[in-house]
């Protein structure tokens, strides 16, 4: 395999150099690999050239000085290579493996060992015995990973600082109290397996929680006890836990955290060994063993943690606020550097050295997108290693972003909008902030009047631009706060047409209402008749409105609004206005009766149409604010009610059922006027079901199936000019079986039935449920007999006190001496469809019908709009025994 250099800097030089220019192995130094003989010579050849080429930089100086002093050693078994033994150099190889494995058998070793009690490890000290050992970072690292039961990682940061301001004497109360910590004090018992991190739990106890409930109900044990110097410091404890809840969870176990710690702290002081340190928690505190073994672990290390030198702590402090160079600049300037911060120092200088090396390949003077994005690239990677690196700023000044093209600035309803091409820059994010000048295009940000806005997209709206002047909209990209140089669009003079024109329509007038800028001069209104070609009449008006009095009702008027504004010198400009077309009319007349019906989910209203105005339905929650006739502005209207909408329907309109009580207006509109007219209220009781209605004699009667929470209903029925009204309860009902009641049956009885429930103190009437009982027509027959006794022949006479049309009437008999009550019961003797006059009975003579004795006769019509009335039965009966 071919030498690659730069493979070979990166996996073999780079290493080694940041593990202390420690030497490399000599297979992997001289990268021998499956090379024997003169091929080993010759790239040993290839690899020293490399490091003389590497050695250019200050980085690699004293690890290629290390290893070109041990070739010098190594020179005869190189040179017995090239006369083609690689027996020596093999063996070489052979035994720097054997003692490299010795070495990481020590190195893990010592790790088990700092590891044998808590199971764990920092990343610092693996660094450590790396450099004890001789082994490289990540090598030491992945053997160390390979050990069981260690684990590689940062101790826990434990508090350093009570969560408690007076956590002396709240200390000093537990212990009075012979309790070890605070969770003996709000349980009042001794728990083991104690769990101090990420969440607070006791063994497998589950629902123990240190919360102001729990420590209420210490509060309440406490007061059953007799008072002394206990209480007291129970108190203090309680009063002191109840401000650590109050700020949640997490003060909680800061709170045991901090206990746990300073237990453990000072046994640390007088040289405790570790094994003891976590039987101590376990045994004596009941910390759980797990928790233990992470306390014992941070609190071990805390110095390390923390960093035991100055130096240490000014270096973290500038490398965490982005101060690289600086912290870079201290470390050359402080000799030595102390074993703490070696690594910090290491990182430091390397940061500064590869943020240098990147901004020398930048080029000034490249002026394309391209190349300019290219450099901004490497200069965004130098600027992340070391922000603070002098040269920086200097450069950035050179790699501004391609200036954005084609800037338009257009007049909108709401402002200017603002639009261009953006910038050819494409690495990283572009922004672009729209600057605007007045009167003057900007060529500087300075020279801007105000700034519009900043944005990712290309297009920003100026909300509230100045009226009546010249404005020039200028947009400049930016990356990274480098701006570009500016685009200016085409001057651009807003003058906004009246604004919020609403006309308004009357009898035999319109007015009309708008707002216009203060910069406008005035306000122009023309006014013509839709349909003619002139150019119309001019209306005096006002900065705000128009009242105008020539129109006549029932024409179409087309109104033109514009705004003049003045120049500098005086001169008119008017705008190109907008056009509104009304047309006036008389005013609407009220509705005057309105009915409803609920029919499948359905409010069906009932109304005459009014001569003027179109019918609209409005409804109210709280009753309707005008009384009846009263005009009300639209604008009124439909700010206190809410219109609902419906569609035509046989006798008026049909809505959808409102969902809650409802008092639904009837209200006629006319152009711009409105005009209350009658109302019903609608509520959303439960609808009586089944509702029946029948007749019989002069008697109707009228059943339902009543809803559980009702008690009471309304009856209500027409009989011609007859018209009544009762409210019949439900025991009245159940008591009867159904309302009866006496009419005229000649003529047609609606019946109208509504619930009633008692709302608010207030009896209050549901949705009707109707039924119509027809008009009957009362018909009386006689039947008698006449002739010789051998010759009996049966006269039928039909008379009625109305005239009826079209009766339709059936003789039947039937054998026996039970009488027939249905036709299907006989057999037909005789049909006929008779018209029957007041004063003109219809007579007719037939058979008398034969038979077995005795026999019944009856006469029988079709249809519910005739009642017959039988004969005295003597004549119904024949050839009785």
């Known amino acids: 395999m071919d030498f690659d250099e730069k493979r070979y800097v990166e996996e073999v030089l780079t290493p080694a150099r940041r593990a202390g220019n420690l030497l490399p192995a000599l297979e992997q130094r001289y990268q021998i690999g499956d090379l024997s003989g003169r091929r080993i010579a010759e790239r040993a050849d290839e690899v020293r050239a490399a490091w003389r080429r590497a050695r250019k930089k200050a980085q690699y100086a004293v690890l290629v000085d290390r290893m070109m002093a041990e070739h010098a050693d190594l020179e005869a078994i190189f040179a017995a290579a090239r006369a083609g033994d690689d027996s020596a150099i093999k063996a070489a190889i052979r035994a720097e493996r054997e003692e490299l494995s010795s070495r990481s058998r020590g190195f893990g070793e010592a790790v088990t060992a700092v590891a044998r009690v808590t199971g764990r490890v920092a990343p610092a000290i693996v660094e450590q015995l790396a450099r004890q050992h001789g082994l490289v970072r990540e090598s030491a690292f992945a053997t160390a990973g390979a050990l069981p039961d260690v684990r590689i990682g940062e101790p826990d940061l434990l508090p350093a600082v009570p969560p408690i301001r007076t956590f002396g004497t709240y200390s000093d109360a537990l212990r009075v109290l012979d309790h070890r910590h605070t969770v003996d004090f709000v349980f009042e018992e001794r728990h083991q397996a104690i769990s101090v991190f990420d969440r607070f739990a006791v063994g497998r106890r589950a629902g123990l929680r240190i919360d102001d409930a729990q420590l209420e109900r210490v509060r309440r044990a406490w007061e059953e006890r007799p008072r002394d110097h206990r209480s007291t410091h129970a108190d203090t404890v309680r009063v002191a836990l109840h401000g650590v809840v109050a700020e949640g969870h997490d003060a909680i176990l800061k709170l045991l955290q901090y206990e746990i710690a300073e237990y453990v702290r ?21 910390i759980d063993r797990a928790d233990g073994k992470r306390v014992v672990f941070a609190v071990m290390h805390e110095d390390l943690a923390v960093g035991a030198s100055p130096l240490f702590a000014q270096l973290q402090d500038l490398m965490a606020a982005g101060e690289v160079y600086a912290a870079a600049q201290l470390v050359a300037n402080s000799a030595p550097v102390p074993p703490d911060a070696q690594t910090i120092a290491t990182l430091a200088r390397e940061r500064v050295a590869q943020a240098e090396e990147l901004c020398a390949r930048i080029e000034p003077g490249r002026a394309d997108p391209v190349t300019v994005d290219l450099h901004w690239g490497l200069w965004k990677q130098a600027q992340d290693l070391a922000a603070d690196l002098p040269a920086l700023p200097r450069l950035a000044r050179l790699l501004a972003p391609a200036p954005v093209t ?13 639009t261009w091409r953006g910038s050819r820059s494409q690495a990283g994010e572009i922004s672009y902030r729209v600057l605007v000048g007045r009167d003057r295009a900007p060529s500087t940000e300075l020279e801007a009047e105000r700034t519009v806005g900043e944005t990712g997209t290309r297009s920003v709206l100026d909300g509230a631009p100045p009226v009546n002047s010249a404005l020039h909209y200028a ?15 085409s001057p651009i003079v807003l003058r906004p047409e009246p604004d919020g024109i609403g006309l308004q329509t009357h009898d035999l007038t319109v007015s009309g209402r708008w707002t216009i800028a203060p910069e406008a001069d005035r306000v122009v209104v023309r006014r013509r008749e839709v349909g003619r070609d002139d150019t119309g009449v001019e209306i005096p008006c006002q900065r705000d409105g128009f009242l105008d009095r020539g129109v006549r009702n029932g024409i179409a008027y087309r109104y033109h609004i514009s705004a003049v504004y003045l120049d500098g010198d005086g001169a008119e400009t008017r705008t190109a206005g907008t056009f509104h077309t009304v047309q006036p009319s008389s005013p609407p007349e009220p509705v005057r009766e309105l009915d409803f019906d609920v029919d499948n989910g359905r409010l069906d209203l009932s109304y005459t149409q009014p001569a003027e105005g179109v019918v609209q339905f409005f409804g109210f929650e709280s009753g309707v604010p005008w009384p009846f006739g009263a005009g009300v502005p639209i604008a009124e209207l439909t700010a206190a009610g809410r219109r609902l909408p419906g569609r035509a329907g046989s006798r008026g309109m049909t809505l959808e059922l409102p969902d809650r009580a409802l008092r639904v207006v009837a209200v006629s509109i006319g152009g711009e006027s409105a005009v209350i007219g009658a109302d019903i209220e609608y509520l959303p009781l439960a609808p009586l079901r089944g509702l029946r209605a029948g007749g019989a004699g002069d008697q109707v009667t009228v059943s339902w199936h009543w809803p559980e929470e009702l008690a009471s209903a309304s009856v209500e029925w027409w009989n011609g000019d007859q018209r009544r009204l009762i409210t019949a309860s439900r025991a009245q009902y159940e008591r009867d079986g159904a309302i009866r009641f006496d009419v005229d049956r ?57 005239s009826v049309s079209g009766v339709r009437f059936i003789l039947g008999q039937r054998a026996g001496t039970v009488m027939p009550v249905l036709v299907e019961q006989c057999a037909r003797v005789l049909e006929l469809v008779v018209d029957i006059a007041p004063d003109a009975p219809v007579r007719r003579v037939l058979s008398l019908p034969a038979g077995p004795k005795p026999f019944w006769l009856r006469g029988f019509v079709e249809g519910d709009a005739v009642e017959l009335a039988d004969p005295p039965v003597d004549q119904l009966r024949r050839g009785r025994r």
């Open 746 to 802: 000649s003529r047609a009885t609606v019946v109208a039935v509504r619930p009633i429930a008692r709302l608010g103190g207030i009896d209050r009437v549901g949705a009707p449920q109707r039924a119509t009982v027809p008009a009957i027509s009362r018909v009386s027959y006689t039947l008698t007999a006449q002739g010789l006794p051998w010759r009996r022949e049966l006269v039928l006479e039909l008379r009625s006190a109305t």
């Open 475 to 489: 947009v400049l990209a930016e990356r990274d706060g480098i701006a570009s140089t500016l685009a200016v669009a």
């Open 406 to 418: 084609d800037v338009v600035a257009a007049q909108a309803s709401n402002g200017v909008v603002v």
């Open 266 to 286: 000072d046994r640390r002081r007088s040289r405790t060994p570790e094994d003891r340190l976590l039987e101590y928690l376990v045994g004596d505190l009941g």
